[in-house]
C-alpha cells in the first residue's frame, strides 16, 4: 500500500476536499478510495444497513479526480484523518502562490477497520439510462426529508431510534419514482451534486446510478423475500 497518492493538480486536490468535507458531515466513518488508470474512485457512505433486519438501503456517493497514471490501490480510509492531510495539502498550495500547481502529493492515513458498506463494489459497466429527473425535485424531496428527520429526532436521542427514523424516511420511494428511495435525493443535495442540469439515471441489476456534472450517487435496493 502506497504511502502518499499523487493529484494531477490543485483543483483535483479542491474536489477531493470538497467531497470529504460534505462526507465527514453525513457520516463520520471512513471512505473508500480506488485508484487506478490516472483516476482516483472516492467512494462515501450516506446510507447503509446495520443488519440483516435493517430494511436501510445503500447509498453511496462517488466523485473522481485524475491522479498519476502508475499509482493504484483500494483504501478504506477514516475521513477525519483523510481531511486533515487533503486541508494541510492544500494550505501548502496556497502558500506556493502559484495558480498552475501541477501534481499536488498528499500522505495517505492508515487503513480503517473493515466497514460493512466498502465490500459492496458497484458494477462498471452494464448501466443502460432510464428517464432523467429534474434536480429541483430531489432537492424538494431531500428538505422535506431533512425537516422530517429533524422534527422526530430531538437532540439526545439515542443510536438505535436515530437510525430507525432515518432508515424510515429515507427509504421511503419517491413518488412517482418508486425505484428510487429518498436517500439518493438526500445523499444528492448534501454532497453537493445537484446543480442546473438534469439529473441523469441508469440502471443495472438491484442498482441505479444518479449522475451530475458534480458527482454520482449509487443506490443498492434491498433484496425482496418471500415474508414479503
Same mark, same amino acid.
Given at each position: 500500500?502506497?504511502? @502518499?497518492?499523487? #493529484?494531477?493538480?490543485?483543483?483535483?486536490?479542491?474536489?477531493? #476536499?470538497?467531497?470529504?468535507?460534505?462526507?465527514?458531515?453525513?457520516?463520520?466513518?471512513?471512505?473508500?478510495?480506488?485508484?487506478?488508470?490516472?483516476? #482516483?474512485?472516492?467512494?462515501?457512505?450516506? *446510507?447503509?444497513?446495520?443488519?440483516?433486519?435493517? +430494511?436501510?438501503?445503500?447509498?453511496?456517493?462517488?466523485?473522481?479526480?485524475?491522479?498519476?497514471?502508475?499509482?493504484?490501490?483500494? *483504501?478504506?480510509a477514516p475521513l477525519a484523518s483523510l481531511r486533515a492531510r487533503l486541508e494541510r495539502a492544500q494550505e501548502a498550495a496556497a502558500r506556493s502562490n502559484n495558480p498552475d500547481l501541477h501534481r499536488v502529493t498528499i500522505s495517505?492515513?492508515?487503513?480503517?477497520? @473493515?466497514?460493512?458498506?466498502?465490500?459492496?463494489?458497484?458494477?462498471? !459497466?452494464? =448501466?443502460?439510462?432510464?428517464?432523467?429527473?429534474?434536480?429541483?425535485?430531489?432537492?424538494?424531496?431531500?428538505?422535506? !426529508?431533512?425537516?422530517?428527520?429533524?422534527?422526530?429526532?430531538?437532540?439526545?436521542?439515542?443510536?438505535? *431510534?436515530?437510525?430507525?427514523?432515518?432508515?424510515?424516511? =429515507?427509504?421511503?420511494?419517491? +413518488? !412517482?419514482?418508486?425505484?428510487?428511495?429518498? !436517500?439518493?435525493?438526500?445523499?444528492?443535495? @448534501? #454532497?453537493?451534486?445537484?446543480?442546473?442540469?438534469?439529473? +441523469?439515471?441508469? +440502471?443495472?441489476?438491484?442498482?441505479?446510478?444518479?449522475?451530475?456534472?458534480?458527482?454520482?450517487?449509487?443506490?443498492?435496493?434491498?433484496? =425482496?423475500?418471500?415474508?414479503?
Open positions: 500500500m502506497p504511502g @502518499s497518492i499523487t #493529484l494531477a493538480d490543485a483543483p483535483a486536490l479542491d474536489d477531493l #476536499l470538497t467531497l470529504v468535507a460534505r462526507a465527514a458531515r453525513v457520516d463520520d466513518g471512513s471512505v473508500r478510495m480506488i485508484a487506478g488508470g490516472g483516476v #482516483l474512485a472516492v467512494y462515501a457512505a450516506v *446510507l447503509y444497513p446495520a443488519g440483516l433486519l435493517d +430494511e436501510t438501503p445503500t447509498v453511496l456517493g462517488l466523485r473522481t479526480v485524475a491522479i498519476e497514471e502508475r499509482e493504484g490501490f483500494d *483504501l478504506v495517505l492515513p492508515p487503513a480503517s477497520p @473493515s466497514v460493512s458498506w466498502a465490500a459492496i463494489s458497484p458494477p462498471r !459497466g452494464g =448501466w443502460y439510462p432510464i428517464d432523467p429527473m429534474d434536480p429541483s425535485r430531489l432537492e424538494t424531496v431531500a428538505r422535506a !426529508g431533512i425537516a422530517e428527520v429533524a422534527a422526530a429526532l430531538p437532540e439526545g436521542t439515542g443510536e438505535q *431510534l436515530v437510525r430507525k427514523v432515518r432508515a424510515e424516511v =429515507w427509504g421511503r420511494p419517491i +413518488e !412517482g419514482a418508486e425505484h428510487l428511495p429518498a !436517500g439518493a435525493a438526500f445523499a444528492a443535495l @448534501s #454532497l453537493g451534486f445537484l446543480g442546473p442540469d438534469p439529473v +441523469e439515471l441508469f +440502471e443495472t441489476g438491484p442498482w441505479t446510478r444518479l449522475s451530475t456534472a458534480r458527482g454520482h450517487v449509487l443506490v443498492k435496493r434491498r433484496a =425482496w423475500t418471500l415474508s414479503r
